[in-house]
């Protein structure tokens, strides 16, 4: 098994940056590609970012590309989601998953999932 626990959230103004963090216990971080997804009131569940195994790619949706960055450091067992120029349709709960699988994105292709932390931006 392994346990999954993001923090970092909070609120924000429209423009302003956060930082979320995930960290990783129980099994081999490194093994694991990561992933951030994220899911408003009312709306499905919906992919954000997701790093490699070792850190080299990276993959954004569109809705967040150049203004998200992904990056994990794999001797500290955590995965990070750096957020920028933030809008107030970004607020939601944001998930950190791990995958086995490298290259996939979807929610069922999952082993892992955290219980997100709550992110509000404000205009």
């Known amino acids: 098994q392994l346990q999954l626990v993001e923090s970092g959230g909070g609120v924000v103004q429209a423009g302003g940056s956060l930082r979320l963090s995930c960290a990783a216990s129980g099994r081999t971080f490194s093994t694991y590609a990561m992933n951030w997804f994220r899911q408003a009131p009312g709306k499905e569940r919906e992919f954000v970012a997701y790093v490699s195994r070792s850190g080299g790619s990276t993959y954004y949706a569109v809705s967040v590309k150049g203004r998200f960055r992904i990056s994990r450091d794999n001797a500290e067992n955590t995965a990070y989601l750096q957020m920028n120029s933030l809008k107030p349709e970004d607020t939601a709960v944001y998930y950190c998953?791990?995958?086995?699988?490298?290259?996939?994105?979807?929610?069922?292709?999952?082993?892992?999932w955290g219980k997100g932390t709550l992110v509000t931006v404000s205009s």
């Open positions: 998953a791990a995958s086995l699988v490298a290259g996939q994105t979807s929610t069922s292709s999952m082993n892992y």
